[in-house]
């Protein structure tokens, strides 16, 4: 079945720094989806991509799909407390495939 | 609205017994899907059901079984118990089809002692 890497596993930044996460795919994908999973907690949808190119913004994430679909990242301006957690991208439909996720750690 | 509800939250089992893991999905979520969640190995897919049925499933022994009701409600079960059963078992619902994503309950934390 189909297969997502992503990178960094570990990212630890200070409050206000910017963050970025990679998920990428030997195969063109139909659709990614991304999760955040705080500590001791559940995985919690962010947003799914469908389209070539696109950019999708909430707030200070922007989340973008790659232009031959087999690559996405999710970006996040200004990191505060709250975004610490684990992010993963998933991909699939009826059956998602979970990249190893990366775990967010912020330093005051 | 109420969300993805599973119990129990925690249990703790011994080597070679069974368990029964239940979800009730969001009302009007029809796919129920279960995932293993562990340090190693990350969230991996058991499977998913449809309308009662099993539309698709993970790799994973066949100790490993679930099923669907007609309101939706999703039981898992587990037999013979092993120490790598470990896990936090989680449970998600969707539509049909998930354009928003999956709601994913707060999950079974399973040890196997």
């Known amino acids: 079945g189909q297969q997502v890497m992503q990178i960094p596993q570990y990212q630890h930044v200070q409050e206000g720094e910017d963050f970025t996460t990679y998920c990428n795919s030997s195969t063109t994908l139909s659709n990614i989806q991304w999760y955040k999973q705080r500590p001791g907690g559940h995985p919690v949808f962010l947003i799914q991509l469908v389209k070539s190119g696109e950019v999708k913004k909430q707030k200070r994430l922007t989340f973008q799909f790659g232009e031959a679909k087999k690559n996405s990242s999710l970006h996040i301006t200004a990191t505060q407390t709250t975004d610490v957690g684990t992010y993963f991208c998933a991909i699939g439909n009826e059956k998602l495939t979970f990249g190893t996720g990366t775990r967010l750690t912020i330093i005051p | 609205k109420a969300g993805v509800t599973q119990t129990p939250r925690y249990l703790i089992k011994t080597r070679g017994q069974q368990v029964t893991l239940s979800c009730s999905p969001i009302s009007g979520h029809r796919s129920v899907s279960w995932y293993q969640q562990t340090p190693g190995q990350g969230l991996q897919f058991l499977f998913e059901y449809f309308s009662e049925t099993q539309r698709n499933k993970g790799n994973f022994p066949g100790r490993f079984s679930g099923r669907q009701f007609s309101n939706s409600r999703s039981e898992m079960n587990v037999s013979t118990l092993e120490l790598g059963d470990s896990a936090l078992y989680l449970c998600?619902?969707?539509?049909?089809?998930?354009?928003?994503?999956?709601?994913f309950g707060s999950g079974t934390r399973l040890t196997v002692v």
């Open positions: 998600a619902s969707s539509l049909s089809v998930p354009v928003e994503g999956y709601t």
